[in-house]
């Protein structure tokens, strides 16, 4: 109701529309709202919905309708958005971007889910990591123990997941989540705290300022946990900006900076002046070796200008099919600093499942 009268047309999310409803028509009996007021509410909701065509209305032909919707140029620009939203709020001696990776032990926190994510992928993709997962409500030998194994690593990269929207739930920010961070932040560990949800959330979480990092990320999109793995460790920098004001400390337009491309980043072939049809030109051409038997199946790798624009799995290990290329068999064939593809002899002997092409930059491919 108060959305209403604060001068909302139409309710979104609503949990209970016949208590909605209800509560409407209780308000127009005691004069908060007139009957004329949501007559012309209504009438603008459906004249909108005329000049949208929806009063002519035809079935939409869904076949092909991701594609049509997810474009190359849709992806890319969906991502370079996440990129320049993403938030450093917290960066205590300038440990973001993580340096010295072979001196780190670093473990990845995930908390409010037990499914590895997107941001837990990514950051493999730069360093060696141990994952943990963590419910938003643990028991308290849930706590000890996650403490217990934590010991071993001097490096936490903590993300909060599956964050509520509504206030009155503290936006999904639990007492355990507290008391955990809190934890943490006692021990001899450097700690990055992502939160992946909500900006309000931030005034949620207690002992933030024992935290070395802290980065808001705002949703749970792929693009945006593969975007904060990627600054955490340089391949982007930081250049966002609060949105709003969270507290005294975090206010609207604040936001600290970092610098990227100390390592590589990843994104799509626009980004770095390359045609969109990349992927299904080498699709193509990966295909036709394979129907040839070239090869079984191999990993391609295409990088320009300190980007990665293009990384998939082709075919199989072995002719007998089994079993198919995937991000294990990438990650076995990299270098422990995953930024560059091992090409010696040595090697290639080592991962004789797999081929790794060279691809270099040309005019047939830009």
């Known amino acids: 109701m108060r959305a209403l009268l604060a001068g909302n047309d139409i309710l979104e999310f609503s949990k209970n529309i016949p208590l909605a409803l209800t509560m409407v028509r209780e308000a127009i009996n005691r004069g908060e709202i007139t009957q ?36 190359p140029h849709a992806n890319y ?36 889910t037990k499914d590895t994510t997107d941001f837990q992928r990514m950051v493999t993709d730069y360093a060696p990591a141990d994952h943990f997962w963590l419910s938003a409500t643990p028991t308290l030998d849930e706590l000890v123990k996650i403490r217990e194994a934590l010991k071993g690593y001097n490096t936490l990269l903590v993300g909060l ?11 999904g920010v639990t007492p355990e989540t507290n008391v955990l961070l809190r934890e943490l932040a006692t021990a001899k560990q450097r700690i990055v705290v992502t939160m992946f949800g909500n900006a309000y959330a931030v005034a949620k979480v207690r002992d933030l300022a024992r935290a070395d990092a802290v980065v808001l990320a705002y949703q749970e999109s792929k693009n945006i946990q593969d975007l904060t793995a990627q600054m955490i460790f340089g391949g982007i ?18 936001g600290l900076s970092t610098q990227g491309g100390m ?25 036709q070796a394979l129907a040839a038997k ?28 089994n079993p198919r290329l995937g991000a294990k068999s990438r990650a076995q064939c990299r270098t422990p600093t995953s930024t560059t593809w091992l090409r010696s002899r040595k090697y290639r002997r080592r991962c004789r499942h797999s081929c790794a092409f060279r691809i270099k930059e040309s005019s047939t491919l830009t």
């Open 36 to 71: 004329e007021e949501i007559d012309r509410r209504c009438r603008k909701v459906l004249a909108l919905k005329e000049w949208s065509g929806l009063n002519k209305y035809q079935p939409i032909d869904l076949k092909n309708l991701y594609q049509d919707l997810n474009t």
């Open 77 to 112: 620009l969906s991502q370079r958005l996440s990129e320049l939203s993403l938030t450093l709020l917290r960066n205590e001696k300038s440990i973001l971007p993580l340096q010295r990776l072979d001196t780190l032990r670093i473990a990845t926190v995930t908390i409010g």
């Open 161 to 171: 997941n599956n964050l509520g929207r509504l206030p009155a739930t503290n936006f």
């Open 237 to 254: 920098g930081a250049q966002g900006k609060l949105p709003v004001t969270i507290s005294d400390q975090y206010q609207r337009g604040f």
């Open 263 to 287: 390592r590589l980043s990843y994104s799509y072939p626009e980004a770095v002046g390359m045609n969109n049809n990349l992927e299904a030109r080498v699709d193509s051409m990966m295909q």
């Open 294 to 321: 070239a090869f079984p199946g191999g990993e391609v790798l295409i990088a320009r200008k300190g980007t990665v624009v293009l990384r998939k799995s082709y075919g199989t290990h072995d002719y007998a099919d």
